[in-house]
């Protein structure tokens, strides 16, 4: 049986950064065009001001 992996080596940050990438991967692989800008910041949570 494989042994659980040591906690102290998980890296939160990085997890999420995998996380939207593969959302950004994703949303851009659905679509036949670029994703615009509005487009990526929503996928990334981004509020935008306007």
Do not use: W
Not at 9 to 35: G, V
């Amino acid at each position: 049986m494989p042994e659980p992996l040591d906690s102290r080596l998980r890296d939160d940050q990085a997890l999420d950064e995998i996380e939207l990438t593969s959302r950004l991967i994703i949303a851009a692989s659905a679509k036949d065009c670029p994703l615009s800008q509005s487009e990526v910041d929503e996928i990334l949570g981004i509020a935008t001001s306007q």
